[in-house]
């Protein structure tokens, strides 16, 4: 029996997104309501120690190499670091460090940048959807851009490289911000990525029609920037399809990726397996059902028990997440409490 975390069509998950809380201190229009949601209670919320041990078991026992820990926004983990650190104490099945990385908001990443970069922490992806301070407000419904350019600072800093900002845009809100957004990412060699919005957040957030597209968003870009795409072949299973950025106008080049994950899928060449705050295997950010790892935990299951299980919920992974689909149903879950 092979040890991987293999599905009926022949993927191979390598990728493992780990999150560790879905509380948040931003409220996006597109990923949670104003008065946010009912947050998990703390006894089904996995301790330190059971976030690690199941992490060990993806890495050690299931050929997992790459760790991304997501939220809702981990930075209100407070064992975070001990937690980063646990991780890079691991080795994977090619005897490397497995490798390591963060989502968050930014918010509080001021103060710990450093001490998280000293924990192992290699690269962080920060979420960021406009420069405009009243914008930003609007979509997030805090005032926080200030603390958010902070956070990134720090990390510049503290040498956790590459930083990729993603960005999503919003009809009527921030949809004509896109050369503005890679002009600045341009300037502080950082990598900006666009995502096109998901049908994950509160229902009446999302509707196909209003999406700006991929398509709309290279137009944008276009329009200031020459873009030429990068050989498909070296995409891999990376969700961002990337474009090389020439130098023009004072700015220097760089790249810029979009993630098309409404209408161009790449779901043949997913190799993501995702871990829920609460102990939950999903095979698919869109799934429907889960596979619950944190009872048999909590029963006192060996290592090869639960690799056993988390095998058996990844077999069944769909072949797409179907949003095209007449009868598609947004999850259950939220992104937030999904992680990403």
Known sequence: MTTELIDSYGRVARDLRVSLTDRCNLRC???MPAEGFDWLPSPEVLSDAEVTRLITVAVEHLGIREVRFTGGEPLLRKGLESIIAATTALRTDTGEVPEISLTSNALGLEHRAEGLAAAGLKRINVSMDSLDRAT?????????LPDVLAGVDAADAAGLSPIKINAVLMRGLNDDEAPELLAWALRRGFELRFIE???LGPPEAWKRGAMVTAEEILASL??????????PRERGAAPAERWTVEPADGLPGGTVGVIASVSEPFCGACDRTRLTADGQVRACLF???ETDLRALLRDGASDEDIAELWRFAMWGKKAGHGIDDPGFLQPARPMSAIGG
Do not use: G
């Open 197 to 199: 919005q998901m049908p």
């Open 29 to 31: 229009e597109y990923c």
């Open 222 to 231: 276009h329009s200031r920037f020459r873009l030429t795409p990068h050989d």
């Open 287 to 289: 799934a429907r059902s």
């Open 136 to 144: 930003f407000a609007e979509l997030t419904r805090r005032d926080r």
